[in-house]
């Protein structure tokens, strides 16, 4: 028996084990998402933390063996002879070559299947010509769900709830319930985009894009602009408020509801004579 071949082989696959459980802990201790605060936000997380798994594990093997060959490969004080002729491995090529394409395909098809979970409609959440049918038409089978209207401007937004015709500056929406945003921008090229939610999205003048996404824990979740739209684009933030649901009823009674009944009873201005 060859001890030092067995030796080599033990100590290979310690190696090989103690990468694929680091690299496990870490995909799921790397702090490096901030809180989940949406259904969305689980499967890209999920995602996020498979991608970070494999990568963490291609990045310890070769900087493992970086680290063994300038040991094992250093050059002998006094030699000065060139190293020996290699001409290549097939196998070996047949095998750095197979795994990549193998994890790059994986990780293409988790990608595609999330994708298809988050699409909106026939979409697929990515948007369509000016004269694409309403949300309410091709994406809200149920109508349970809630439909805002979410409009982008230079330097601000404004939000309008399916159902009511004044506009207002908050975004509350209630936890557990499905919401469907339809985007808009009044003027230039703008990006909606709740870090908490894992979701974002371009908002193109002349277009209707839109996302959906359910909210799962209340609280108070940064909105902000992810696309440079100018000077001041840096203040372009806003907060999306999660509420308990009998709370967001309580807040469209008082912010909607009312405002829009006192628009209702405005009298129109008198025709000039």
Request: a neutral charge; one cysteine or more; glycine letters at 10%.
């Amino acid at each position: 028996m060859d001890v030092g071949k067995v030796t080599t082989r033990v100590v290979s696959a310690l190696f090989g084990v103690a990468i694929i459980l680091i690299s496990i802990w870490y995909g799921g201790n790397s702090g490096l998402l901030p809180v989940e605060g949406s259904e969305e936000s689980r499967m890209i997380d999920s995602l996020f933390r498979t991608m970070l798994i494999i990568a963490t594990a291609i990045f310890l093997f070769v900087q493992g063996l970086l680290v063994y060959s300038l040991f094992k490969f250093r050059q002998k004080p006094g030699d000065t002879t060139d190293g020996p002729p290699i001409h290549g491995s097939i196998p070996l090529e047949v095998l750095w070559t197979a795994i990549p394409t193998a994890l790059v395909l994986y990780v293409s098809i988790l990608s595609y299947d999330v994708s298809g979970k988050l699409a909106v409609g026939g979409s697929g959440g990515l948007g369509c010509s000016v004269d694409c049918p309403l949300v309410e038409q091709v994406a809200n089978p149920t109508g349970k769900e809630l439909i805002v209207d979410v409009i982008a401007q230079q330097y601000g937004w404004t939000f309008q709830y399916s159902g009511y015709s004044t506009e207002v500056g908050e975004m509350h929406i209630p936890a557990g319930r499905e919401v469907i945003v339809n985007l808009k921008s009044k003027d230039v090229l703008h990006a909606f985009w709740v870090p908490a939610f894992r979701v974002k999205q371009d908002i193109i003048p002349g277009r209707i894009t839109r996302l959906k996404f359910t909210a799962t824990k209340t609280g108070e979740y940064p909105l902000r602009c992810a696309e440079l739209c100018g000077a001041y684009h840096g203040i372009m933030n806003s907060v999306v408020y999660v509420d308990e649901p009998k709370a967001f009823e309580a807040w469209v009674n008082k912010e909607l509801a009312v405002k829009t009944a006192q628009v209702a009873r405005v009298p129109a201005p008198l025709a000039l004579k």
